[in-house]
């Protein structure tokens, strides 16, 4: 954790048990959200998923039956101690599922609740900066 920004490596893996570097992110510039960034071996970005921070907390610890966001799905999978990610770039892809090590996920909360704790998120918007057209 540095200041305002929480990132985490995690390893995922597809579902034929093939291994892909990954990191999750969070800042207090985007209170809302959590971006996970798979990586290449060289470090670069290949393929980004912005969704809320809510959505994975409460998948983290319980499956819910009704899906908010059809491009990213998170869910605990059926071996204890793992969450499942499914996950589509747009509407036209086919999906992509993959399985990680619940622990690691936890640990990026729990920094990212010590940036910005629950429920104070708005209180940390630069209403300023969306009214005037920036992120």
């Known amino acids: 954790m540095k200041g305002n920004e929480v990132i985490a ?3 995922m893996w597809t579902v034929d ?12 510039e985007d209170p809302f959200a959590v971006t ?3 990586v290449d071996d060289a470090g670069r970005v290949t393929a980004s998923y912005r969704f809320a921070r809510t959505l994975l907390t409460a998948r983290v ?8 966001c059809d491009l990213v799905v998170i869910d ?6 793992t969450t499942s990610f499914i996950l589509a770039l747009d509407h036209d892809t086919l999906p992509m ?4 090590e619940t622990a690691p996920l936890v640990e990026f909360l729990r920094d990212s ?3 910005i704790p629950p429920g104070s998120e708005g209180y940390h918007l630069d209403m300023d900066s969306i009214i005037a057209g920036g992120s």
């Open 9 to 11: 490596d995690v390893l």
């Open 17 to 28: 048990y093939q291994p892909v570097a990954a990191l999750l992110r969070y800042t207090a």
């Open 36 to 38: 996970l960034d798979f």
């Open 61 to 68: 610890w319980q499956p819910v039956a009704v899906v908010p």
């Open 76 to 81: 605990p999978a059926r071996e204890p101690g």
């Open 97 to 100: 599922a993959f399985l990680t």
């Open 113 to 115: 609740y010590e940036v």
